[in-house]
T-cell receptor, first 112, second 112 residues
Framework: QKEVEQNSGPLSVPEGAIASLNCTYS??????FFWYRQYSGKSPELIMS????GDKEDGRFTAQLNKASQYVSLLIRDSQPSDSATYLC????????????FGKGTKLSVKP | NAGVMQNPRHLVRRRGQEARLRCSPM?????VYWYRQLPEEGLKFMVYLQKENIIDESGMPKERFSAEFPKEGPSILRIQQVVRGDSAAYFC??????????FGPGTRLTVL
């Protein structure tokens, strides 16, 4: 059974702090890794994609991938109350790599 | 550039009826994916389609569920003889190739 594990939270950080979200996955054949944000009652919104080991930065967001440890993380710098949402880690699996396995998400709360 | 479009946004059906959910991918995207999100659960992959082809249907229930993506027109997810357990949010995503998936707003199905 291919799995993606995330801490469910809630993770609470003060405004302006760094939020750190973590994810582990079980399928060593996975090639593509994604972070999505989902506000309550809304659809997932893509934040970052990462395909190779190391860090990838985009504005206030940094994704980190370590394939040897089967670990993906997302750092949010200068957290804002508007960042309060559930963050979903998704990993591609299967021969086509079109099948994304999602974690159950980490709920982030940024306190003003 | 319009995003992924889904309709209807809300659908109410009585047990035993059929539900048809439609998805129009983003312009230039030929890959479509369907996911289901049960209340308080994570997103679950159902099926991956390209024009006129099913690429991966490993997440589709064996009975009552079918999907198509015809040469012309939207992708359709069809649920026959709906039961209460089918009540969920159904999300469609699209991508230009086997890569980053962009999600539509979803269809909330309620079975009475």
């Amino acid at each position: 059974q291919k799995e993606v594990e995330q801490n469910s939270g809630p993770l609470s950080v003060p405004e302006g702090a760094i939020a750190s979200l973590n994810c582990t996955y079980s399928d060593r054949g996975s090639q593509s890794f994604f972070w999505y944000r989902q506000y309550s009652g809304k659809s997932p919104e893509l934040i970052m994609s990462i395909y190779s080991n190391g860090d990838k930065e985009d504005g206030r967001f940094t994704a980190q991938l370590n394939k040897a440890s089967q670990y993906v993380s997302l750092l949010i710098r200068d957290s804002q109350p508007s960042d309060s949402a559930t963050y979903l880690c998704a990993v591609s699996v299967g021969r086509s790599q079109g099948n994304l396995i999602f974690g159950k998400g980490t709920k982030l709360s940024v306190k003003p | 550039n319009a995003g992924v479009m889904q309709n209807p946004r809300h659908l109410v059906r009585r047990r035993g009826q059929e539900a048809r959910l439609r998805c129009s991918p983003m312009k230039g995207h030929s890959h479509v994916y369907w996911y289901r999100q049960l209340p308080e659960e994570g997103l679950k992959f159902m099926v991956y389609l390209q024009k006129e082809n099913i690429i991966d249907e490993s997440g589709m229930p064996k009975e009552r569920f079918s999907a198509e993506f015809p040469k012309e027109g939207p992708s359709i997810l069809r649920i026959q003889q709906v039961v209460r357990g089918d009540s969920a949010a159904y999300f469609c995503a699209s991508s230009p190739k086997e890569d980053t998936q962009y999600f539509g707003p979803g269809t909330r199905l309620t079975v009475l």
